[in-house]
């Protein structure tokens, strides 16, 4: 090789290791695709006659109701659905991943609750009811515990972030009676359910991993299943 081609060849060399070397790394991280969930895909068809159902046998029901009750006449349109964006969705599984890991412990399921707003325009903590009457859901990670899954949240012990099941318990009395050591793997307590201040970081070093808070509809004027308007 010439004097005039090894230095071309080291002007390109350099060239490209310098544009390799100038690019931003990827931020882009996602798992490996692996094809839709087996047997939890439904078609079109199908999520259709569900929905028509819920219109035919549910919405009359609740409506009725909701409308019977109504001091000031107003006419009740139950929810049809409630939706997040992929992102926070995305940042939801993430949180909880990276709290069951500073724990020690497997998610083994996400358990949608239906749930309902209550008819008032707070909450007993003094949080505002964005929606107050309608129907929605909250979501909760579950852990294996005593040969069942369970509900949990993340709680301090010792110092250390403990994988506590949920208990649903009305009182510092009732907590204090229903409190479990935690078990040989330190990792197992019992604690309060909703007993909380208005931050995910509640008080007495409880962390919730609850989701909610989602977009309610109706709204008048919002379509339906299939109905994009």
Known sequence: MTTKMTKLFMLLFFTNLLLFSCQEPSTHDESPYEGPPKDHIISVERAGEMYDAYTQRRVPIIKKYEDSIALDGSNF???????????????????????????????????????????????????????????????????????????????????????????????????????RQADSTGQMNEAGFFISNNTAVQGGGTTSLILNDTQLAPPPGTGGFGNNN
């Open 77 to 179: 349109e139950p929810t049809r659905y409630a939706e997040y964006d992929l992102q926070t969705v995305k940042q939801y599984i993430a949180y909880i991943e990276h709290e069951a890991g500073q724990a020690n412990v497997d998610i083994k399921t996400l358990r949608f609750y239906l749930s309902n707003y209550p008819n008032s325009d707070k909450f007993a903590n003094g949080d505002v009811v964005k929606y107050p009457r309608k129907n929605s859901f909250f979501v909760v990670p579950t852990i294996a515990y005593e040969g069942k899954n369970v509900d949990f949240s993340i709680e301090e012990v010792d110092g250390k972030p403990t994988a506590v099941p949920i208990s649903r318990v009305n009182s510092t009395k009732e907590i204090n009676q229903n409190k």
